[in-house]
């Protein structure tokens, strides 16, 4: 028995299946997402920004694969709690599912996750939003790049914040590490990922950063929203 085993007792959060924690059957009838535009949040095609929502340093569209709720809302939960290795694990395999599923409005794609603060990485052993973009990269045949946009400030966390609050909380909290030259280069659209869309500030901000130093089209990617 390992200490997973003792913690979470293996069974799946949307049907207790012993299987996973977020089966693959679960995967499939969890809702999707809407795609919604990222500056206005109403409906949008595949999720471009609308043109008349469109900002120089803005996202050019957002994409969400589920709605958060149910199982997928406990299995994000469930990233959280420092042996959740194998939640992580079961997300990017239902993702990667989902994903090569779809129609997806980005061709040639960078994931950029958004990077934890070094002292919260250190207190969670390993950033699990980091780990499942990788594995969707891989699988989906995109770059990767983590070592991009760096967390300088610790910010507080967004929980309990409003939208102009979680905005003003992490402002200015993200630089760039290192140019790479894809970045700039305008044929790759670089998504920039994490767990939650909730009001967009955090994958705004990063954005900023991003086109601010070059970046054509940059757009948010989350799992659930
Ligand atoms: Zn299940
Ligand atoms: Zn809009």
Known sequence: VSIIDLIFPKSCFGCESGEAYFCKSCGKRASFADQICPVC???????????????????????????????????????????ATEVARDIARNLIIELSDRDLPFGDAVVVPIPLHKARKNWRGFNQVEWIGEMVAKNMGWGFENELLIKTEKTQTQKGLDKEGRRKNILGSFSINKLTPCIQDTKYKILVFDDVWTTGSTLKEAAKVLKRNGAGSVWGLTIAH
């Open 41 to 83: 949040s109403k409906k949008a095609i595949d999720g471009v920004t609308h043109i008349k929502c469109k900002r120089p340093q803005g996202l050019g569209g957002f994409y969400s694969v589920w709605k958060y709720e149910g199982v997928v809302r406990k299995s994000i939960l469930g990233l959280k709690y420092k042996f």
